[in-house]
């Protein structure tokens, strides 16, 4: 537990520049500025994101959580997959842009579902 604020602050660091990342190409592709992909803003999030997961893993790792005991974690990690596969479905060109703005909506929820979970650790459904 020696380190554990550091990576928690190290996490939630690479949380808000990840949300800050996915906004930044949200607003680029709708202002009709698709030359991101081309720039290091291509394969920066994914650094960034990689971060973000190895730390939320030492988070488990070095603390007191586990994602089938603790709800908010459990369904974090849920969350995240949803947030992961709308989020390309949100930045893929190929796909049409009705269903890359559901894509993006659906994404958007999951991460304020992500940091809400985070945040407020509510117990979601009483088992006893
Ligand atoms: C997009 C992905 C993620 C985001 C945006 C995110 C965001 C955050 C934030 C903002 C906090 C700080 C909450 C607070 O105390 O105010 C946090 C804490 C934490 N996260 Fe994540 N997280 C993500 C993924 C994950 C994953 C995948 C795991 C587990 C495998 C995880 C495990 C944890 C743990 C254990 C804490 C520490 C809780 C505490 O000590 O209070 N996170 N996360």
């Given at each position: ?14 949380a ?39 730390l ?16 908010w ?30 894509c ?7 991460l ?17």
């Amino acid at each position: 537990m020696e380190y554990y604020l550091q990576v928690k602050q190290l996490h939630m660091f690479c949380a808000y520049l990840s949300a800050g990342l996915f906004i930044a190409r949200l607003l680029l592709d709708m202002a009709g500025k698709p030359g991101w992909r081309q720039s290091p803003a291509r394969y920066l999030p994914h650094i960034n994101d990689s971060l973000l997961l190895t730390l939320a893993f030492t988070l488990l790792a070095i603390g007191p959580w586990q994602p089938f005991v603790h709800q908010w974690l459990g369904f974090k990690i849920l969350l995240l997959l949803g947030y992961i596969a709308f989020g390309i479905g949100a930045l893929k060109p190929s796909l049409a842009a009705p269903t890359r703005t559901v894509c993006a909506l659906l994404a958007l929820a999951q991460l304020g579902g992500i940091f809400y979970l985070a945040r407020f650790k509510p117990v979601l459904f009483s088992l006893s």
